[in-house]
Structures are given as C-alpha cells and as structure tokens.
C-alpha cells in the first residue's frame, strides 16, 4: 500500500496560484496512476487532473485546462498540482490519489473515477477570495 500526503493549499485571491504536492511513501510510486481530486462543500468529488505512470500521459478537466498543470517527480515520489489563474469556484478540498496498473509499462490514458482509485490521501484546503 502506498500512503500519500498531500501540502501546499491555502489561501489566495483570485487570479493568483498555489502549487500542491502529494508525496507517497510505503512502497514504490511506479506502476501508480496519480490523480488530483476536488470536493467543494455539498458537491460531489470531481477529478481535476491525472497522470499516468508509464508515459506521463495526462488528463484535465474541462474546468481547469489551460490553468492547472500535473507532473511527477519519480525521484521524489511526488506529484505535483499547479493552479494559475485561480477563480473562486476552485476552492474546495484538494485530494490526491493512486491508482495502481500494475509493473508492465503500457500506454493508456489515467483513470477518471472515484472509485479506480484505492489510495487517497488526507485532503488539502484551497481557498480562493474574490
């Protein structure tokens, strides 16, 4: 199993940016998927961005592409959120997450759903002021 925790949210006013980091431990960061997730209060989880591990395939959600940018640092077993251009409906409880693929390197685009991923850490606040 890998543990992962998340740092970086905060405070910040509109139009400004935040960089979050989730950092796993417990087992190797290859052959897992990685995602950032968002939970806004009385809304649903809704994925953010993903990375894939083979090929650093990414996606975005239509509501942040252009604006936010997710990477990986494999020697760091890190993976990293950056948020330009914030607007006050991204603030929400960022959660990063793992999906493990398995050893064998593959092409494949990273998964979308909740539940395809069985690691989740803790949960970050980002709050953006108007």
Not at 12 to 39: E, H, I, N, P
Not at 94 to 110: D, L, V
Request: with cysteine; charged share 15%.
């Amino acid at each position: 199993q890998v543990q992962l925790v998340e740092s970086g949210g905060g405070l910040v006013q509109a139009g400004g940016s935040l960089r979050l980091s989730c950092t796993a431990s417990g087992r190797s960061f290859s052959g897992y998927d990685m995602g950032w997730f968002r939970q806004a209060p009385g809304e649903e989880r809704e994925i953010v961005a993903a990375i894939t591990w083979s090929y650093g395939s990414t996606y975005y959600a239509d509501s942040v592409k252009g604006r936010f940018t997710i990477s990986r640092d494999y020697a760091k077993n890190t993976v990293y959120l950056q948020m330009n251009s914030l607007k006050p409906s991204d603030t929400a409880v960022y959660y990063c997450a793992a999906s493990f693929q398995g050893p064998s390197p593959a092409s494949h685009t990273p998964p979308k759903l909740s539940h395809e991923y069985g690691n989740w850490g803790q949960g970050t606040q980002v709050t953006v002021s108007s």
